[in-house]
């Protein structure tokens, strides 16, 4: 089935005149605005509390009085003026910062407590601003593109530019996490040995950050947060677990789980943290093995592509001359 066919004819004959008499762009604004306004209604249903989910996280009932919270300052920055503005015309930008999302973009590195702001504000200018871009440029690019193709490219474009800020940060988390990932054998070392030398474990976390600064600044930046919430009044095991939330390693959790056991069953902590510092130097150790033994297999591609081609022309290329000059005028 064809367009006309699916369309119908009444309906081509209604909208022939139109797209014959320049209204191509003001029919294709009505449908980029149709568009945006359905993204956005969705993605405030998604992002509704369920009332139910609300009374809950917050401790209240329906015939329960809502206190009036204890008044804060705020800053009075460009942010915070957009953010409310927003959130006047209906869009739900404060659940985003108690959500998954801000978390995600700690650990992406983002440590703002604006960052979930800022990250929504930008998923939405670029939801209108790169389908808007790329319709503006259609004129001037590709003159002769039919109005289909400028549809579906342009709600591509709009789809795209609403993922690539989620992908992004999924890729800065996993660099972070390989990072993470090749301090924490050495940090756990040196933890060992604080605590074989009479340290007490939270002084121990306060050394161990100081120690491996330089060689691994995000791990000892995770650890010196350990050490401030310990000091701010936070029980270890609130920090701990806050760290390996922060992190976000399967290795860091099993840390933490270790931890909290030993406390809690009364055995030895340097004990416990020797065979599983060892753990992690093995697995280290196995890691850098199956790089090592993957590397022949990723070099065949540039050898097959580069190298051979050039190694096969410079054993062959005299062959090849001598052939030319002697063999071929006898033949001839």
Known sequence: MNFEQLLGPDFLDVIQPLLEGGSLYVILGLVFIAIVIAVLAVSSL???????????????????VVAPEVRRDKENSLWNNLVSTLEKHGFPIDQTRESSLRLRLYQAGFTNPSAAVVHYVVRVILALGAPLAFLLMVPQFWPDMSAQKIMLYTVFVAV???????????????????????????????????????????????????KIARAHPLMAEEIAMVSL???????????????????????????????????????????????????????????????????????????????????????????????????LPHLG
């Open 160 to 210: 795209a530019a609403i993922y690539i800020p989620r992908i992004w940060v999924s890729m800065r988390i996993d660099a972070r996490k390989r990072t993470y990932l090749e301090g924490f054998p050495d940090a756990l070392d040196m933890l060992v040995v604080c605590v074989e030398a009479g340290l007490s474990l939270d002084s121990a976390f306060t050394r161990v950050g100081e």
């Open 46 to 64: 998604v992002g509704s509390r369920d009332p139910v989910e609300h009374r809950l996280a917050t401790g209240t009932t329906e015939n329960d």
């Open 229 to 327: 919430e310990l000091r701010a009044g936070k029980t270890r095991v609130d920090a701990l677990r806050n760290m390996s939330r922060r992190i976000g390693l399967d290795e860091v959790n099993s840390f933490v789980s270790l931890l909290i056991q030993s406390d809690q069953l009364g055995t030895s902590v340097a004990q416990s943290l020797r065979v599983y510092a060892e753990e992690m130097r093995i697995k280290r150790m196995l890691r850098a093995e199956e790089m090592a033994h993957k590397l022949p297999v990723k070099l065949v591609v540039p050898l097959v592509t580069c190298i051979l081609p050039a190694m096969i022309c410079a054993v062959l290329l005299p062959a090849m001359i001598r052939i030319i000059r002697d063999v």
